[in-house]
């Protein structure tokens, strides 16, 4: 039997609500082999069509473990783009620069369904 499912990606494209984010993965390379320095170089960006909003201080403190900063967003992407975010050292958002938000202990902060996934990313501090 087929499901009758709505693609949420095509209706939020065609309402024109998408936007896209830039991931931006690194390469870590050792500078000083003596002193074991590291630097991290930064590749071509890959860019990611998603919905984003704005994470609010009610959401933070009850939906979302740790803490997490206020100018932090919450961004809906297909399933097939999680990789490049969790692979991504930055991510750049209206010239502002985030990360995916990471606990050791509960790992990334991404929330799977079953056609897309929500991501929280945090502000760098600059």
């Known amino acids: 039997m087929r ?14 609500k998408l936007e896209t984010i830039f991931a931006y993965p690194a390469i ?15 590749l071509s960006p890959f860019s990611v069509k998603a919905f ?3 994470v609010s201080a009610e959401s933070v403190y009850w939906k979302y473990y740790g803490q997490i ?4 967003i919450e961004v809906i992407v297909e399933k097939k783009d999680v990789s490049l975010i969790k692979s991504a050292e930055k991510i750049k958002y209206n010239d502002e620069e985030y990360k995916v938000t990471k606990d050791d202990v509960k790992g990334f ?13 945090t502000i760098k501090n600059v």
Do not use: C, M, W
């Open 52 to 54: 984003i909003r704005q």
């Open 109 to 121: 902060a991404i929330l799977e369904r079953p056609d897309y996934a929500i991501i929280i990313l």
């Open 28 to 42: 870590t390379a050792e500078t000083d082999p003596t002193e074991h320095t590291t630097s991290k170089n930064f």
């Open 3 to 16: 499901e009758n499912r709505v693609d949420i990606f095509d209706l939020l494209r065609q309402e024109g």
């Open 69 to 72: 900063p206020l100018k932090s």
